[in-house]
């Protein structure tokens, strides 16, 4: 249920029954952001029980670099009405991910 010694004692195992265990509801709580370890308190939606929320092993954070160079193209088809295909392109052509774009009529 539990692995690791000093000073995380109490860290959880990946097979723990005290992952994502605790209530749903924390409301009222009062929790802090971070558990005794400082990592992000609620990770994958629910809490965990106990002092440490595990946080699995191995998992690659997000990458939250800033994209220098960006590309976007004409849409199509153009006029459109509840929805068209814009291509962007980035400076680092190798990776490849979904984007997010939002545009407003303003």
Same mark, same amino acid.
């Given at each position: 249920m539990f692995v690791g $010694?000093?000073?995380f004692s109490y860290e959880l195992s990946q097979d723990s029954p005290c992952i994502d265990a605790g209530t749903p509801d924390t409301?009222?709580?009062n929790l802090p952001a971070t558990d005794l370890a400082g990592n992000q308190r609620i990770y994958n939606g629910r809490i965990?029980? $106990?002092a440490y929320e595990y946080q699995g092993y191995g998992i690659d954070q997000p990458d939250t670099s800033f994209i220098h160079s960006l590309y976007l193209f004409q849409n199509t088809p153009n006029p459109f009405n509840n929805e068209t295909e814009i291509l962007l392109i980035t400076?680092?052509?190798e990776r490849v991910e979904?984007?997010?774009?939002?545009i407003?009529?303003?």
């Amino acid at each position: 249920m539990f692995v690791g $010694g000093e000073p995380f004692s109490y860290e959880l195992s990946q097979d723990s029954p005290c992952i994502d265990a605790g209530t749903p509801d924390t409301t009222g709580l009062n929790l802090p952001a971070t558990d005794l370890a400082g990592n992000q308190r609620i990770y994958n939606g629910r809490i965990d029980i $106990g002092a440490y929320e595990y946080q699995g092993y191995g998992i690659d954070q997000p990458d939250t670099s800033f994209i220098h160079s960006l590309y976007l193209f004409q849409n199509t088809p153009n006029p459109f009405n509840n929805e068209t295909e814009i291509l962007l392109i980035t400076a680092d052509y190798e990776r490849v991910e979904n984007y997010t774009l939002s545009i407003y009529n303003t």
